[in-house]
């Protein structure tokens, strides 16, 4: 449902919210968050172009959390990365099912696919926290 891209998206600004008002270097997102480093570099590069971090070289540079990144639904940054989701996919099969084709988990599927979008709208940057890998 969310690609290894998108979730490493949003634990690069979770740990960028536990900075808040902070420039903080590329190697020290990487090596608290557990990034490959050239995986993480791509990342921000989008995360700045969509406008949810600033970035900064030289001394005392890095990246910084934009405020107004905070108030983003996180289905936005993910849209962001990740391109648009496809709403409508099924679950087992490689069509899209609906009620008048559905496959045997159809209604299931339908009821957890719109609660896990329900969240992504309601949760917001701001509401994000550092996850270490385990």
Known sequence: MVSQTGKYALRILGYLVDHRGEWVQG?????????PANYLS???????KHGFVDSQKGWGGGFLLV????????????EAIEGPRDRDMCLLEPR???REHPCPL???WEYVR???????DAV???DLRRVLPS
Request: hydrophobic share 40%.
């Open 96 to 98: 899209k099912c609906d």
């Open 114 to 120: 719109g609660t896990f979008e329900q969240m992504l």
């Open 106 to 108: 159809h209604d299931r």
């Open 42 to 48: 791509k990342i921000l590069n989008q995360l700045r």
């Open 27 to 35: 190697h020290a997102i990487a090596t608290e968050t557990g990034i």
């Open 124 to 126: 917001q940057v701001g």
């Open 67 to 78: 405020e107004d990144a905070l108030r983003v639904p996180i289905g936005e940054v993910l």
